[in-house]
């Protein structure tokens, strides 16, 4: 029985190349995790190094989008394309850019990871988190991410966002599509005398007439306050 980390299948690479992505990557390794379609029928998994080009080349892919730090595995002279000549598939253009990073929260999949495995949140949902779930519960739309992006750019120089950025980005889509509700928190029930039920039609956006009107009411017999 060979245990985790004591036994890998390696590519036959090139020892004396400048690039240490390419001393001899690791291609299957031993791991006993249990696997979502095939339960725990293997325990030889493939490395990410071994299957990112081939897959990217079996789907058709035409431009693989990376962040820098794969920067020296899709070079020229690297590992992604050594594979790809030795097994003599389809290469795709390779591109790579700096990471998103937002002010005051995690964006590493690894460290996500931990936060969600040890659960110090509910999920890789949890609207704590700057997932694409988690974001979709926090009321953020595909427009307003989609427009965050196109306001930070693409780039290869190392940056960070400010939240107050993304927060602005949702905010101004919603002053402009939502329509206007209001609340009374803790209210207090009072009867005003001498007044006369009614019903007003107000603004549904104070901004855009075209987004119509809706009726207020008022009962005198049942007039909400909200005393501080």
Same mark, same amino acid.
């Given at each position: 029985m060979v245990n985790e980390g004591e036994a890998f299948l390696r590519m036959k690479m090139d020892l004396l190349s400048p690039n240490p992505n390419m001393w001899d990557h690791a291609a299957y390794r031993?791991?006993?995790a249990h696997h979502p379609r095939?339960?725990?029928?293997?325990?030889?998994?493939p490395t990410y190094d071994y299957t990112h080009c081939i897959v990217d080349s079996l789907e058709n892919i035409t431009h693989s989008l990376c962040t820098l730090e794969f920067?020296?595995?899709?070079?020229?002279?690297?590992s992604y394309y050594w594979l790809l000549d030795a097994l003599d598939l389809y290469k795709p253009v390779t591109?790579?850019?700096?990471?998103?990073?937002?002010t005051y929260n995690v964006m590493s999949k690894r460290k996500l990871n931990?936060?969600?495995?040890?659960?110090? *949140?509910?999920g890789w949902d949890d609207p704590r988190l700057l997932t694409l779930d988690g974001l979709k519960r926090r009321g953020y739309t595909?427009?307003?991410?989609?427009?965050?992006?196109?306001?930070?750019?693409?780039?290869r120089a190392a940056n960070t966002s400010k939240m107050e950025l993304l927060?602005? *980005?949702?905010?101004d889509e919603l002053d402009a599509d939502s329509l206007r509700r209001f609340g009374v928190v803790d209210p207090l029930l009072v009867t005003i005398s001498g007044a006369e039920d009614s019903s007003?039609?107000?603004p549904s956006h104070p901004k855009d007439e075209s987004k119509g009107t809706r009726p207020m009411p008022f009962s005198a017999g049942a007039a909400s306050f909200s005393i501080k």
């Open positions: 031993i791991k006993f095939t339960g725990d029928k293997w325990c030889i998994y920067e020296t595995r899709q070079a020229p002279g690297g591109w790579e850019y700096s990471r998103c990073n937002l931990k936060l969600v495995t040890a659960n110090y *949140v509910s595909p427009t307003a991410l989609n427009r965050f992006c196109t306001m930070i750019g693409v780039t927060e602005s *980005v949702i905010r007003k039609d107000v």
